[in-house]
Structures are given as structure tokens and as C-alpha cells.
């Protein structure tokens, strides 16, 4: 209440997420923030994404003060805005399961019983779009720059560089970011942190980002693969174990200096592949990425040289070492993909899952009877069968809780449904004067 003072803020937005990761709030005045620390605001949970039934809808938002931030672009004006990140209680003041946070919450909470922290650092892309004259969003790019290309090529440079400040000035240690592969794309990474900062770094991220474009006259989009024929936005995530200060990935006596809590956390997380996928990949959309030939993931496979594996071992160690998990695309909802992933490497630590050997070729260049011998199997091609992989995997439905999953699943059914029985502009262009 002194920093809401002390800069002069009006309003406050108590954020949260439903399900999907879709961030939502509600704004209130100063003088109802001393009510809203103590936990004593109400909204009605029936109208959000998988939340609860209408008969049981009365729901808490109990805000965590460390993710009290001042909005930057809004300071100095008449009634300031702050931003606060709730968690969901329900009506009888118990951590409400359908709540993403929470949900990251008990997988932290469980690797605690371990004496083990997780942090991460991702690497989130996007691309930025022109608007028509009547302001909706085009799929023509503001620029035709390459991989690390300047302005004046970078069109986006300006907004992006305006994306990094204001970023900064809510607290975030931006690393680097510059023009992606394809035209109008993007990339933007920070420092790692722990998995519940992260996540909830990774929601407001998304937020700044579009906000910035649109003062800019641009539409920013985290969709997975907006564009046919270029490279898809991807979210590479960096995970690493720490005990203490201790980076339990590392063993300097070990082979590649990993350590066997490092090989199996990693077998874990191939292991569990395919379902997680319905996670990190969670939209029709996400599959038009997860192809050939545009750097994306396909094959459940780790590596510590190449980039074509699921899984890759960076070349920094001590601290740094970690793995990079490389399918996840910025439409997922970090809560539940952290929590997923978190509970895949418990599960190969606690039951030693060894990984296969590592693949050092490039993958996409094996034939079908290279990769049978070595073993690689594919990750799921649509999202109907990653829903299918994730039905069947009990350590991810435990992960997420039986309330998340069955919602989840079912939202996610529908969406597969509504795409697989629309007729879609490919099949008129390719079929009507063909039959």
C-alpha cells in the first residue's frame, strides 16, 4: 500500500488466468486495495474458461504481493495503474484446483519434498503485423529483415526496442532480442528466474508486447504459425534443478560433466513426450509448426550439439547447466507446461529413466530406417493425437489434477471437432474443379 502511494496509483488490476493461460482482470480503486490484500474480493467463477459451474461460482482473488508492478506507460497520468497477480480460492477459502498457478504451485511444492527448486528461462518469439485502414490485423509484415538483421531492414526495431525498456522497467532482466528468421518475427529472451516468477513473467510479457506493438500501429500475435512457408514462434524453454545454491544438472567428474539426476530428469521428460505436447503445443495451430524443415522439434530425441532433437544439452556449465526443451510455442499456458514439465523429470529421477543415446546428426536428415534403428519416435502430429498421448499418461493427469485435465481435455475436444469438421480454404482451392 506505501509503493501504491508512493506512485500515485488509482487503479489496480488483480490479474489472473483461466485455464487456457488467457489472462483476466478486474480493476479496482486504491481505496479498495487494503480489502483486496486481505483476500476479501469476490467474482463470479462460472463465466471463466473451465473454472466451475455456475451453482458453485462465487470465487476469491487473493493477490500475491510480490507481483505488485507499476504499468510504466501510464505513469504520470491522472490515476496510475498497478497490476497485481492473484491466486483462486474457493467460497470455503481453500486453493481452488482449476487455478494454473496453483497447479504450479503443487508441482513445486512436491519437488520441495525433495529439496529441489526449478528455474527457468525462456526464449519467447512473435510476430508483428500491419493493421488495414480500419484497424484489424493483416498478415503483412512490417518488414522483410532476416535472422539478427538492423534497421533500417527491421521495420519492428523501433516497437521492439520500446518492448525491452518498458520490460525492463517492470523488473524484468531482458538478455537479448532481435529480428527472428522469418519477415515481421521476433524474438525477445530474459533471465532465467524461478518457475513460478517465470510463468507468471511470461503472461505479462505477452501482455507488454501486444500492448507496445499496437502504440506502434502493429498487431503483435503469439500464435504459432501464423504464415505458410516460414518459420513457426517457438518458446524454447531452459530448465535447470537447484539444491540451494547447488545446480544439481552438473557433476564436474561426470561424462559431458551431467549428472545423473541431469540423465534422468531428461529421461523423464522424453518419456513423457508426447503428452506433453498437448501442453506445450496446445492449439490446431501449434501442429502447423512442429514440421520439418523450418527448425522446429518433430523427433522425442536429445542432443548435446545439433538443433533438430526435442531435447538439447547447452554447452555452458556449472551454474548454467541445463537442458533446453524446444517444442513449447507461446500460446501455452506456462503454468500447467512448467508444472507438466516438472513432473516428467521427477518421475525419471524418482524411477532412474535412462534417456537413449544422444543423436549428434541432424535428424531431419535421416531417412525412416535411420531413425527406426536408432530408435526415434515422432512427436504427435495434430493435436487430437497429443490429446490422445496425454489421455493416456497418468503422471501428467496427476500433474495437472483431475479438475484441469477433464476441462482442458474437453475445451481442447471441441476446438479439435470445430476444425476437423470445417471446410477450409486449401480444400475448395485444391478439390471444387478437381471432382
Known amino acids: ?81 498497478a497490476r497485481l497477480i492473484c491466486d483462486i480460492y474457493t467460497a470455503d477459502n481453500q486453493p481452488f484446483a482449476g487455478c494454473p498457478r496453483y497447479v504450479l504451485q503443487r508441482a513445486l511444492a512436491r519437488a520441495a519434498e525433495f529439496g529441489l527448486a526449478m528455474n527457468v528461462g525462456p526464449e519467447a518469439e512473435f510476430f508483428m503485423f500491419l493493421k488495414d485502414s480500419e484497424g484489424r490485423p493483416t498478415l503483412q509484415t512490417n518488414d ?68 507496445v506493438a499496437h502504440r506502434h500501429g502493429l498487431h503483435a500475435t503469439f500464435m504459432p504459425k501464423p504464415v505458410y512457408g516460414v518459420a513457426g514462434s517457438g518458446m524454447h524453454l531452459h530448465v535447470s534443478l537447484f539444491r540451494g545454491e547447488e545446480n544439481v544438472f552438473f557433476a564436474p567428474a561426470a561424462e559431458n560433466q551431467l549428472s545423473e539426476t541431469a540423465l534422468h530428469f531428461v529421461g523423464g521428460v522424453l518419456r513423457h513426450a508426447p503428452a506433453l505436447t498437448a501442453l506445450a503445443n496446445p492449439t490446431v495451430n501449434s501442429y502447423k509448426r512442429l514440421v520439418p524443415g523450418f527448425e522446429a522439434p518433430v523427433y522425442i530425441a536429445w542432443s548435446h550439439r545439433n538443433r533438430s532433437p526435442l531435447v538439447r544439452i547447452p554447452a555452458r556449465r556449472g551454474v548454467g547447466t541445463r537442458m533446453e526443451l524446444r517444442s513449447p510455442d507461446p500460446s501455452c499456458n506456462p503454468y500447467l507446461v512448467l508444472a507438466a514439465i516438472l513432473a516428467a523429470g521427477l518421475d525419471g529421477i524418482t524411477n532412474r529413466i535412462e534417456p537413449p543415446q544422444p543423436v549428434n546428426q541432424n535428424i531431419y536428415e535421416m531417412n525412416i530406417e535411420a531413425r527406426e534403428k536408432e530408435g526415434i519416435q515422432s512427436l504427435p502430429a495434430t493435436l487430437y493425437e497429443a490429446l490422445v498421448a496425454l489421455s493416456r499418461d497418468e503422471v501428467i493427469q496427476e500433474a495437472l489434477g483431475s479438475h484441469v485435465y477433464n476441462r482442458f481435455m474437453h475445451a481442447k475436444q471441441v476446438e479439435w471437432e470445430n476444425y476437423r469438421s470445417r471446410v477450409h480454404q486449401w480444400e475448395i482451392d485444391e478439390y471444387l474443379t478437381k471432382f
Open 1 to 81: 500500500m506505501r509503493m501504491a502511494d508512493a506512485n500515485r496509483v488509482g487503479f489496480i488490476r488483480l490479474q489472473f488466468t483461466d485455464i487456457l493461460g488467457i489472462p483476466k482482470n478486474v480493476s479496482i480503486t486504491r481505496e479498495q486495495l487494503e480489502k483486496a490484500l486481505d483476500g476479501d474480493l469476490m467474482f463470479d467463477g462460472s463465466s471463466i474458461e473451465g473454472f466451475v459451474r455456475i451453482e458453485e461460482s462465487d470465487m476469491y482473488l487473493k493477490p500475491d504481493p510480490e507481483t505488485f508492478v507499476v504499468f510504466p506507460w501510464t505513469r504520470g497520468e491522472e490515476g496510475t495503474i
Open 144 to 211: 522483410r529483415a532476416g535472422y539478427f538483421d538492423l534497421a533500417p531492414v527491421d521495420l519492428g526495431e523501433n516497437a521492439r526496442r520500446e518492448m525491452v525498456l518498458t520490460l525492463q522497467k517492470m523488473g524484468f532482466e531482458v538478455e537479448a532480442s532481435h529480428h527472428e528468421v522469418a519477415p515481421g518475427q521476433h524474438e525477445i529472451d530474459f533471465k532465467y528466474d524461478d518457475a513460478l516468477s517465470t510463468a507468471d513473467k511470461i503472461i505479462t510479457f505477452r501482455s507488454i508486447v501486444r500492448i
